[in-house]
């Protein structure tokens, strides 16, 4: 691929996916470097800045080098914030590649790309903000339950739609994780907002050793 873009990438890996209603469907992740929100409990901090140059083929290549010991159609991009960077170069040529191609984004930006499930994870750094023009593209909606996050928040996003799951995802860092997540939930059930989910993360218990 001449003259082809480069993205900054933190890593690639393979994995399955954690969260939300893809849930343990085997995937690679391309995690892409940077973001500007600075999450305090953000538990990718090493994707701020981390990471190195590579050119789409090279990325697509690596994604590929893992289908022999683990076969898998999907793709994850995830960060950092994939949309902070051009991605949408990478995306078309996946998709040639008949990936099924899924991202994970704080929902600030938008980008015009040909991407299969959009995850859509607004922060309360930024007020909740999710882009209008994501409004109808959202497959489910991702919130850390932390002390910013409460039942008049989740209205004011079930506004945009009730046809995305909302998860409600416990705050690692938090020792009481899944009592704030299930109480919170329980207020969502008891007010009749439709359509949540207490969104536990697989990922972080997996153990096969
Ligand atoms: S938006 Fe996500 S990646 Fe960015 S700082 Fe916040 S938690 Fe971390």
């Known amino acids: 691929m001449p003259g082809q873009p480069t993205l900054k990438i933190n890593e690639i890996f393979r994995s399955f996916q954690g969260e939300g209603l893809n849930a343990g469907i085997p995937c690679v992740f391309l995690r892409l470097s940077g973001c500007s929100l600075r999450c305090p409990y953000c538990d990718t901090v090493y994707s701020w800045e981390e990471g190195k140059f590579m050119p789409i083929d090279s990325i697509i290549s690596q994604i590929g080098s893992h289908q022999s010991k683990f076969p898998h159609s999907r793709v994850v991009l995830t960060g950092g914030e994939p949309l902070e960077q ?26 015009d790309i040909a991407v299969d499930w959009w995850t859509v994870s607004p922060k309360d750094v930024t007020g ?4 209008q023009k994501l409004f109808d593209k959202i497959d489910e909606v991702k919130l850390i339950v932390n002390r910013n996050l409460n039942i008049d928040v989740i209205k004011e996003i079930r506004k945009i739609g009730e046809s995305f799951p909302i998860f409600l995802q416990p705050d690692w860092y938090d020792k ?34």
């Open 86 to 111: 051009e991605v949408s170069v990478l995306v078309e040529n996946l998709k040639k590649k008949n990936y099924y191609v899924a991202i994970e984004t704080n929902g600030c930006l938008y980008r």
């Open 128 to 131: 909740y903000r999710i882009h």
């Open 176 to 209: 009481d994780k899944y009592k704030h997540t299930f109480r919170l939930y329980e207020q969502c059930v008891a007010q009749g907002i439709p359509n949540i989910r207490p969104g536990i993360q697989l990922h972080k218990i997996y153990d096969v050793s």
